[in-house]
């Protein structure tokens, strides 16, 4: 994801010495060197993954890269519920479908998706595909995320190799993609091979949501090539630093505002989703 928070590491190198500290805490995995790393030759070795560390903060835990942009994060009292509107706004495919079957998130950040996903569908089979595996041991130590079960499974794998498996072809009925690094400098995969690859897998119905950056060269390359690769794409407005999700429509579908909203009123009751907000911002793409 795209929001900006200062690096606590810097925020406490440049706190005064006397100042009372915030009440923030930073942890990081003991990822950085195998066990067997040579003492002698320290320089030449090189991390695959970007160190994962966390910080808190009124209440909210955080996921980072070693960088000041937040992958994800969790209120502690509510640790099934999407923290920040970006999140919620990836759940807008529950518009067009209130009893999913399978739904996949790309990118697991602090399994927010996929924790609310599991609690709120119940006879939907959720899947997670996630690269860096210290991502996945950190969301199970400290992101609530349940152990895998019948409906819940967690892959460590490249989301690429995912959706290019022919087993995975019309098995989807949501597919909700975040995938950045630590550079944060756009999605990891964004080309219409790609969003081909998830279109595939989607069922004839199904919808894919994309987190984008509104004001980064890669938002308008990612919409090229999703409009390549599906019959319909709607972006939502801009929320927290450049934050544009993007709804992707396998089948093409006339946007009806009114029944729209009836369906928000009753995703707002059931799980508090602000999805009234969601109608109003697919009323004011139909009409740019």
Not at 30 to 40: F, L, N, R, Y
Not at 159 to 184: G, K, M, S
Request: net charge positive; proline share 7%; hydrophobic share 45%.
């Amino acid at each position: 994801m795209l929001i900006k928070r200062k690096s606590i590491e810097k925020e406490e190198s440049s706190r005064p010495a006397r100042q009372p500290a915030v009440k923030t805490a930073v942890r990081k995995l003991a990822q950085d060197e195998p066990k067997d790393k040579p003492k002698d030759k320290p320089a030449k070795y090189k991390p695959k993954f970007a160190p994962v560390t966390l910080s808190e903060q009124d209440g909210v835990r955080y996921l980072h890269f070693g960088t000041e942009w937040v992958q994800g994060a969790m209120r502690i009292r509510k640790p099934d519920w999407p923290e920040l509107e970006y999140a919620q706004q990836m759940m807008a495919w529950m518009l067009w479908n209130a009893a999913p079957r399978a739904v996949a998130q790309l990118g697991l950040g602090t399994a927010t998706l996929t924790k609310f996903c599991y609690r709120t569908f119940p006879d939907a089979q959720v899947t997670a595909v996630e690269l860096n595996p210290h991502v996945i041991t950190i969301c199970h130590a400290m992101f609530k995320l349940p152990p895998d079960d019948t409906r819940l499974h967690v892959l460590e794998m490249d989301a690429l190799d995912f959706v290019d498996d022919p087993a995975r072809r019309n098995t989807l009925d949501a597919l909700q993609v975040d995938l950045y690094d630590a550079t944060a400098r756009g999605p990891v995969l964004d080309s219409a091979e790609f969003y081909s690859a998830c279109a595939a897998c989607l069922t004839d119905d199904g919808i894919m949501t994309v987190n984008l950056f509104g004001d980064h060269p890669s938002y308008a390359k990612n919409l090229k090539a999703m409009k390549f690769a599906f019959a319909q794409v709607v972006s939502l407005p801009e929320v927290h630093d450049g934050n544009v999700v993007a709804l992707a429509f396998k089948r093409a579908r006339a946007l009806d505002i009114p029944a729209l909203e009836a369906r928000a009123a009753e995703i707002h009751a059931q799980t508090k989703l602000p999805a009234k907000s969601w109608v109003k911002g697919l009323a004011a793409a139909t009409k740019t």
